[in-house]
């Protein structure tokens, strides 16, 4: 086992999430073969539950320019798009039950720690939409779109500010904790929600 500390911040966030992002991986519905629109609509539920709560809170906060935060936000109002085509009205979407994770928000390092999971979920997208391409049909739920084209470059934008601003030892085990945290609420919440 590789006790060194990390060289990067990158790195450090993937190593403390690593055991958690595979066991998502291979238990989440939607990922599964022959997984279609109810999976895709159970994933997006959950998934909205969990962020929603601190999305806004997340996106306002304090951020050096480079990371462009303005233009991260909003993707709580994606997945509410999905479920709105899907059939659901605003009552029952704001119905639906919240995870009641509050991460902590208080310092660069944290935020970039929760921002490394919703991150790394639009850019795993992309995997997924390829994979629903078919039971999906014509339907391409606005999630799945994430940034378009921009989504590669949109990653690597947000890396750079993370290895930027992340530049010790401390600030970067900071960073890990939290992706740890949000991963781990993520993850039982959609257990809990019968989405993995």
Known sequence: MDLSPPASALDAMRKATSDLHQGLEQSLLVAAPGAGQSEYLSYAAALLGWMAPFEEQLWNAPWPENMRAAERGGKSQWIEEDLRAAGMNDAAIEDLPASGFAPRLDTLA?????????????????????????SLSSWSPRWLLGYGPQTADKWRSFVACAEAHLNDE?????????????????SSWFKLRGAA
Do not use: C, P, W
């Open 170 to 186: 401390a600030s970067r085990h900071e960073a890990a904790m939290a992706a740890r945290d949000a991963f781990a609420s993520l």
């Open 110 to 134: 944290a935020r970039i720690g929760t921002a490394y999971v919703i991150e790394g979920a639009q850019l795993g997208t992309q995997v997924l939409r390829k994979k629903l391409s078919n």
